[in-house]
DNA sequence: TCAATAGTGTCTGTAAGACATTATGGT
DNA sequence: ACCATAATGTCTTACAGACACTATTGA
């Protein structure tokens, strides 16, 4: 095994997973059980299994569905780390990709996990994690942040139907910074990605009409 | 070895590497020697090394310095391609980078290749490549100029010293379109990426003013 | 003086930020 | 009537596209 690991590296997937929560941009933790960095905080990750898996972004989906049980959420790739030192096992090769949850089906996830999970503030000061887990969460938060800043609304952070201020407050909760409301709905107006519904969210002040996804939506 | 490869994936990596001369933007394609795709035109390729690659970028950067010889250009990751069928070998990884090269180190690059070489158009319709090669050039391409739309200076594939009209061709070649000459340049006055010179560019017409890339700079 | 390209000025429409105002429900 | 939040309107500024214009060299 010492020698096959000269000549194939390790293959695994890495994944941040976000939700929006009323107190902002939060992402999963997991305590590790086995070494290396047994009881230490880290991303979701796994080994590929090329048997069980049709690509890197399945394994990630199925490293998801094992670590949390939960609908599966959106995945997207962000970058592959790479090197002979990022794992004491050897030369190693980890994917990172992000995923999605919308702030409904939380209570579900956390609720069927057997592990110890933690649900961190995602953009406060860096947290202490195996492996490269800092900068890969670093990374992730870059690559989120930026497809909201070119505009691409975070539609798979919120649940089915939502109001525009929830939109609204999904958006400053990833960018970290408070958006004009005028020019927020301008913006939205344009967009193809929202469908208008005929019902509004009532409570006790002016009812708020909903929107959804457009069909086929990704971000 | 075949059971190996149920375990372990088949890991490599492929570059796309851009220049731009007056004909628009090319891409390197290598006519590949052996199986599989034998005599199919490919993105340069190769396998990692663990034993010699520090990590995927080193080893793209050995494959590019293996297929032809010229200084290393700027190198940069797009996205990882897996699954068990895109390499008739077995489930696979490839990480694809692209890479950039100024127009004047082009010929020594051709000049010192051993196997067969070509410089193709990388906008114009699709050719017919070894692998998922098409779909990862569409990947970098897509890569590359979502960057130059983002308003980063694509400076790597220019000269060391340019003048703004160079600088506004690469841009054009790269995104496919006219700009206009005003508004590209007010743009360039608020960028701390160009250095001004006290040269020019002499011709049979007006000198145009030369610029160089801020110390540092990366694409 | 002319050709050719470098470099600048001006006008206009669009879009964003800031902020005020109106609208509409519950209580 | 009042409160809270939804939703819209207005003003200003910044910037990009379009296009005309001026500047400076060699021939």
């Known amino acids: 095994m010492v020698v096959v690991r000269e000549l194939f590296p390790l ?91 919308p702030k409904d089906k939380i209570n579900a996830l956390v609720r069927n996990k057997v592990e110890a999970v933690q649900w961190v503030s995602a953009t406060s000061t860096r947290h202490r994690l195996a492996f490269d887990h800092e900068e890969q969460l670093q990374a992730a938060l870059r690559a989120l942040r930026s497809r909201v800043e070119g505009d691409v609304l975070p539609l798979h952070l919120l649940p089915e139907k ?24 301008r913006r939205l107006k344009g967009s193809t990605d929202l469908v208008e519904l005929d019902e509004y969210e009532r409570g006790p002040q002016r009812p708020a009409q909903l929107f959804k996804a457009r069909e086929g939506f990704t971000f």
Chains 1, 2 share one sequence.
């Open 11 to 101: 293959v695994g997937v890495d994944v941040a997973l976000f939700c929006v929560d009323d107190d902002g941009l939060k992402v999963l933790l997991v305590k590790r059980a086995e070494d290396p960095y047994a009881r230490h905080w880290a991303l979701p990750s796994g080994v590929l299994k090329p048997h069980l898996d049709d690509s890197l972004m399945a394994a990630a989906r199925r490293v998801l569905a094992h670590k949390v049980s939960v609908e599966l959420p959106h995945v997207a790739e962000v970058s592959t780390f790479s090197g002979p030192t990022r794992d004491p096992r050897g030369w190693s090769i980890a994917t990172l990709f992000y995923a999605l949850l």
């Open 162 to 185: 939502f109001t525009l201020t929830q939109l609204q407050k999904v958006c400053e909760a990833i960018l970290g910074r408070a958006l004009d409301k005028s020019a927020f709905r």
